[in-house]
């Protein structure tokens, strides 16, 4: 009796309580992870497909010829003695920046993290002012400076031959250095961190002097973490476009990703040429995260265990001051003398006439805040595009995060894979992939929303671009919550989305607030995704500084970068100080009583 009474109530049949589970709800059930990831696929996954086949396909395109593989487009790429220079350029560049950059990042975090400088918490700031400062304004900052009527001429600082050599491969490896010596910081520290002084102290009780320590000891314990920076600051250059786009189009120093910008820019555009050259790069960048994936297998210490004692602060004695100079230089260099010259460039009215009195004026901010000027539209557009592109970005990497709990492990390897990877992917390849989408794939050019050549289809790129760095930072958040909390909950029969809502989205909030915050500052000065994928409706604000750059009104392109940092970064600071002193002390206090809340309900 209790079988057929059972059997009834599962077929829906006399006594059954509850209705038959319906098509449509099985639909409606699933149709949520599968649209985020066909979401998550259009947004980078055909785009790279198209670049790569534009590559071997020239035809693609074409119509009867688009069947046809073809290599034409690469062997023209390398038979020219420019596209081939620009490849041994980038390579060039790329190997002498990173190891220059690596250089200063593991000094600057040995002397930040292990020896007693004066102002250390003040100067460990710093790495990060210049990591979210855009490179392609430190290039222009640079130019100001060393132009033959730059400021430091003006000052009688810069020798003719200095200002001269600096237009060039060399200037090229100075500013990477000043730009991405913060990400070799931010590696060799967390290696540095979890390195404690127990191995330390055994090499000294054998009568080893320091030097010999860094040498036979912690060097090799931090090998790899040396060899990730080199790799990670190889790939940075290859992929950077600020610098390629500034100093080095004005050295006549070609490198990839300007010949990308190039071809796809030029009338008639040559997209089998953008499309090899495209091919070329991601193919130096993927080697790259390759190279770094294996070494990575094959050699990773673990420097944390429960026998590890915290390292000890080197005691520099009269050196600390010194140390302190060095460290102060780095600071000068890297992000006070930059953004001193943008903001005197657009308090003055010309700059050739120097910093004398009477040659500043308000006037350049005045044209960046006054309503319905190009200066302000532009400006007021990237705002609006980059909290647009925030408010998606982090909403779709918060759904992909909660998807990715209930997932199969092959569904989340792929995600997972594929979102890491696209961090990789630079942001030149996949703006000319979008052009290729929406301009020349039949099916997406006739589409009205987003449609090629409107704001939509750029807000589209900035949040391609923007999604695995959202994707990173609330992973790593939702993977720190006790899986008993949403167990809990569905037991008790709480949907899904009100399981996201009310439960994982108050504990991660945080977290979520600072991806959309790191996204909005991004996106604000994000330069590949804007020179490609320019609206109709007027260029954003990082195209309207390089415009303004490059048509001597560098005054009104500085006044609309200081006005743009301004409002960004005290638009971060306003939102996320006052969440994180209410949100952040209690939040171990709130994950806390709502476990337990939900482990007593009956």
Request: aromatic fraction near 8%; charge should be positive; charged fraction near 10%.
């Amino acid at each position: 009796m209790v079988l057929n009474r059972n059997a009834a109530g599962f077929t829906g049949g006399v006594g059954s309580r509850r209705p038959p589970r319906l098509g449509l709800a099985v639909l409606l059930r699933q149709g949520g992870p599968i649209a985020v990831y066909a979401v998550f696929a259009l947004l980078i996954g055909l785009p790279l497909s198209l670049v790569l086949l534009q590559a071997v396909m020239p035809g693609l395109f074409g119509g009867e010829a688009a069947s046809v593989f073809s290599l034409e487009p690469l062997k023209r790429v390398f038979s020219s003695p420019y596209i081939a220079g620009s490849v041994l350029h980038s390579l060039e560049l790329g190997v002498l920046a990173a190891f220059t950059t690596t250089v200063l990042g593991g000094a600057f975090a040995v002397l930040v993290q292990r020896c007693d400088v004066p102002l250390r918490g003040a100067i460990s700031i710093v790495p990060w002012l210049v990591f979210l400062t855009p490179s392609y304004l430190k290039a222009l900052a640079w130019v100001l400076l060393m132009s033959s009527g730059g400021y430091l001429a003006q000052l009688g600082l810069l020798p003719p031959a200095l200002g001269a050599d600096f237009f060039g491969l060399a200037g090229l490896v100075f500013v990477h250095t000043l730009s991405l010596f913060p990400l070799a910081a931010f590696i060799i520290g967390s290696a540095l961190a979890g390195l404690g002084s127990e191995l330390e102290d055994a090499a000294r009780l054998s009568g080893a002097g320091p030097l010999r320590v860094w040498l036979r000891v912690n060097g090799p314990l931090l090998a790899p973490a040396i060899a990730l920076s080199f790799i990670a600051t190889f790939a940075e250059v290859l992929s950077d476009f600020g610098l390629a786009s500034t100093i080095a189009r004005m050295s006549s120093f070609g490198v990839l990703t300007y010949g990308i910008y190039a071809a796809a820019s030029d009338y008639p555009v040559d997209f089998p040429a953008a499309g090899a050259q495209a091919l070329v790069l991601l193919a130096l960048v993927l080697l790259v995260v390759a190279v770094d994936r294996l070494l990575r297998r094959r050699a990773d210490p673990h420097l944390i265990s429960g026998r590890a004692k915290p390292a000890r602060l080197y005691d520099l004695g009269r050196w600390r001051w010194l140390a302190l100079a060095a460290a102060l230089a780095v600071v000068f260099l890297a992000l006070i003398l930059p953004l001193g010259a943008i903001a005197a460039r657009a308090l003055t009215s010309t700059l050739g006439h120097g910093l004398v009195p009477e040659n500043f004026t308000l006037a350049n901010l005045a044209a960046a805040l006054t309503l319905n000027t190009a200066a302000n539209d532009g400006l007021v557009r990237s705002l609006f595009y980059a909290g647009l592109t925030a408010v998606i970005a982090s909403t779709l990497a918060l759904l992909l995060s909660a998807q990715l709990g209930r997932s199969s492990p092959f569904m989340r390897t792929m995600v997972l894979g594929l979102s890491l990877g696209a961090v990789a992917i630079p942001g030149i390849v996949l703006g000319f992939g979008y052009i290729l989408v929406w301009n020349r794939l039949p099916g997406f050019r006739d589409w009205p929303f987003p449609h090629y050549g409107d704001g939509s289809l750029l807000v589209m790129g900035y949040v391609a671009a923007a999604l695995p760095y959202c994707l990173v930072v609330i992973l790593s958040a939702i993977g720190q919550l006790a899986p008993s909390l949403t167990d809990a909950a569905r037991l008790h029969g709480v949907g899904a989305l009100r399981r996201l809502l009310s439960v994982t989205l108050p504990l991660i909030v945080l977290s979520v607030v600072t991806a959309f915050l790191l996204t909005f500052i991004r996106t604000v000065f994000e330069l590949p995704m804007s020179q490609m994928l320019i609206p109709q409706s007027g260029p954003p604000a990082p195209t309207l500084i390089l415009k303004l750059f490059s048509h001597d009104r560098d005054g009104l392109a500085c006044a609309i970068a200081l006005v743009a940092m301004t409002v960004a970064g005290g638009t971060a600071a306003l939102i996320w100080y006052p969440l994180n002193r209410f949100v952040g002390p209690g939040r171990r206090r709130a994950h806390g009583r709502r476990e337990v809340a939900l482990e007593k309900l009956p």
